[in-house]
């Protein structure tokens, strides 16, 4: 049995990422589950959405014409403001549409609710896991919604559509994740890491995504000191440095770290404190395969069908 194979915001170089269209196509081709970023909008409605304002390469407003940055927050809007904005293709002329240039677009796709995803992971044949990634911003609170509430809301709609069981709450900001097993002890929750690179002496690799060098700087800074906020008092320098053991610390069900980061020691290290193994973003072959030999549980994709392909050939 390999890793589940979890469609990243629904297959994000198959379909429009975050779309319900994307969904059902994971749906539709028998992954294990999505992936999928929620925040709250002004008037509390748990949406599905991956920046924390609205993304200018994949929004248009009225007229059809594509938003240019700086764009609203979604905080800022109500469900019905969010509704009237088409999210099915990208701006032609961006690079986003040439990084993603075999992407099915579908126009007249609207940002969806959280509980318009559960009703669509609910008609696959099989259990459809849905790894809903509490997007709160650890760098400026005002950019997001204030993470317990966002982590009250979303528990709350799961219970209500009686889909708890079936989530893997993840995320890098952590506070919204303690919430979580706060108020729903059983919730799975595998907290993300960021990149160790991001943390080390020199320049992190590009392909890493680092921010921009002042806030690279301010979050080493935090870690430094033993007081990211992200943390929830559980930097891992409060825990002999091991980012692992402040994850189980934390309370965590699971460790979610960038694929970089794992390898056979960081593997034995949650096995033996119990945590289960998630990663994200894989696309290649050969990194899938590798992540598949070492034997973690769920990898995240924007290319479920390579992976799909990959499990029945290993």
């Known amino acids: 049995m390999g890793p589940w194979n979890i469609a990243h915001r629904g297959g994000a170089l198959l379909r429009t990422e975050n779309t319900l269209a994307a969904f059902a196509d994971a749906v ?10 929620v925040h709250l909008s002004r ?52 690079a986003y549409a040439r990084e993603h240039a075999k992407v099915v677009w ?53 219970k209500e559509h009686d889909y708890l069981d079936h989530a893997v709450f993840v995320g890098f900001d952590w506070p919204g994740l303690v919430h979580v097993k706060k108020i729903a002890p059983d919730a799975q929750c595998w907290f993300s890491t960021m990149p160790e690179s991001w943390f080390k002496d020199g320049v992190p690799p590009p392909e890493h995504d680092p921010p921009e060098e002042a806030t690279l700087r301010m979050l080493r800074a935090w870690a430094r000191e033993g007081n990211s906020p992200w943390a929830a008092g559980h930097d891992a320098i409060r825990h002999g440095g091991s980012l692992i053991h402040a994850v189980r610390a934390a309370g965590s069900d699971g460790w979610n770290p960038m694929w970089v980061d794992i390898g056979e020691e960081s593997v034995r290290e949650a096995r033996e404190l119990g945590l289960k193994i998630g990663t994200w973003t894989v696309d290649d072959p050969d990194e899938i395969r590798w992540l598949a030999s070492l034997g973690i549980d769920a990898i995240c994709t924007d290319r479920p069908d390579v992976m799909a392909k990959l499990t029945k050939t290993d």
């Open 106 to 158: 579908q126009d007249d796709e609207c940002i969806p609710l959280l509980e318009e995803v559960i009703a669509v992971a609910k008609t696959a044949r099989e259990r459809f896991l849905l790894f809903v990634e509490l997007k709160t911003s650890y760098t400026n609170r005002s950019e997001g919604a204030v993470p317990e509430e966002l982590a009250e809301r979303t528990v709350a709609v799961l």
């Open 28 to 37: 539709r081709r028998g992954c294990d589950g999505a992936e999928l970023d």
């Open 43 to 94: 008037d509390g409605e748990v949406v599905v959405h991956h920046d924390y304002r609205l993304k200018p390469d994949l929004c248009r407003g009225a007229g059809g014409r594509w938003f240019a940055p700086p764009t609203p927050r979604i905080k800022d809007l109500t469900l019905a403001e969010l509704r009237a904005f088409d999210v099915g293709r990208a701006d032609p002329a961006s």
